[in-house]
């Protein structure tokens, strides 16, 4: 094995085979039509399809989802949603948006998403909605929240936007809310070729809400009849290669999955705190160990070439711009998994020796600490 060797965090091309890309592009181009035409609708119906539900709305990118997702079940300027404060801002900046209060409660350190005996406290101040996220592509307790959400009469938004086909007894991710977001960011495990995002649901009136919401709250063309609408359409190109690239996603999550696989053997017996799961609840969009010594452990594999990120350094409550109304609520289970989440590379395409460098690093670390 090469001691030069450079392992960067991502790689899309394993994911864009190009005859595929070309095959996508050239059939938008002969159809010369750009925007909302047959490939957005060939997609969404694919789409709901593979999530199993009645409709899929696409949007031009997944922190809209979440934006007109919370529109379309009713949430307005001033009322309260409860989500975690570990997902990167992205709710918040959905909530911010309409003037919507973000509610934040700490995680279950298992799923790293909202603990649900906390969400069954959070639901007594009668929020308007509750996003749930299935962090890193685990399917979080959403059953669980779904059912205490469903009793208080509270709609459930699940953030689906790295858990593209991660499944629980056939259920995917997307069908067990009122509504599920997606992204399709390049990085992402269905993802596009730029910007890209959807809402599903098995709910017709929010569907149409959404078709209204997305394309300036038309209900018919320069008719205006749902409050809150903008431009917010996913194109024909972005359409066509997720097409296509749909019937791939449980082959590429494989791919992923048997990495996970690999790295939780080969980590096993180190002082870290590894995914809880490596079966079909998870599609390790994200492999993300934990440990007291992140900071020191990522330099290390920097020092071999490896790239290692954190998914995410800084909980939404203590961001700059929420500091001053919710920086001082501990939430201390989200504040210690921000101190120790390092994201590993975890990809379709990186191989076995690289792999195999990584577990062999951070085997190494741990030596050289034990030494120390
Ligand atoms: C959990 C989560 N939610 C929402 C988003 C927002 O998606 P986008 O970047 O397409 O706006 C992302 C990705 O960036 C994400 O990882």
Redesign the pocket.
């Known amino acids: 094995m090469s001691a030069e060797r450079k392992i960067p965090f991502f790689l899309p091309g394993a994911s864009n085979p190009e005859a595929l890309l070309s095959r996508s592009i050239s059939r938008v181009l002969a159809s010369n039509w750009f925007v909302l035409g047959q490939e957005v609708t060939a997609f969404e119906k694919a789409f709901a399809e593979y999530i199993g539900v009645s409709d899929c709305v696409s949007v031009a ?3 809209d989802a ?1 934006e007109l997702a919370l529109r379309a079940v009713g949430v307005r300027a001033g009322d309260r949603v409860v989500l975690a404060a570990n ?2 801002y ?2 918040s900046t959905a909530i911010n948006a309409i003037g919507a209060v973000p509610c934040y409660v700490d995680i279950d350190p298992r799923t790293m998403s909202l603990a649900p005996t906390l969400v069954e406290g959070a639901l007594q101040n009668r929020p308007a909605a509750v996003i749930i ?1 299935h ?1 890193y592509g685990q399917l979080a307790d959403v059953e669980l929240v779904g059912g205490l959400c469903k009793r208080a009469g509270v709609p459930l938004i699940e ?1 689906c ?2 858990a593209h086909g991660a499944r629980r007894a056939d259920r995917l991710a997307g069908s067990f809310g009122t509504v599920g977001c997606f ?1 399709f ?1 390049p990085t992402k495990n269905l993802g596009a070729i730029g ?1 890209g ?1 959807a809402v599903t649901t098995g709910d017709d009136e929010i569907a149409t809400r959404l078709r209204a919401l997305r394309q300036y709250g038309w209900e018919g063309k320069y008719r205006v009849a749902v409050q809150g609408g903008r431009n917010s359409r996913l194109d024909e190109i972005q359409a066509a290669v997720l097409l296509d690239k749909l019937p791939l996603l449980d082959a590429c999550n494989e791919a992923r999955r048997a990495i996970a696989v690999r790295y939780s053997a080969g980590l096993r017996a180190l002082p870290l705190e590894l995914p809880v799961s490596v079966g079909p609840d998870y599609v390790a969009h994200l492999y993300v160990i934990r440990s007291n010594l992140r900071d020191q452990l990522r330099t290390f594999l920097a020092e071999r070439g490896i790239s290692a990120e954190v998914h995410y350094p800084i909980p939404d409550h203590r961001q700059a711009v929420s500091a001053p109304l919710h920086g001082d609520q501990p939430l201390p289970v989200t504040e210690r998994a921000c101190d120790e989440v390092l994201s590993l590379p975890c990809y379709p395409g990186l191989d076995l020796e690289a792999q195999a460098l990584v577990i062999e690093a951070i085997e190494d670390f741990f030596r050289e600490q034990g030494r120390s």
């Open positions: 990118n997944g922190t979440l997902a990167g992205y709710s996220t962090l953030d936007a790295q992204s960011y910007d995002g």
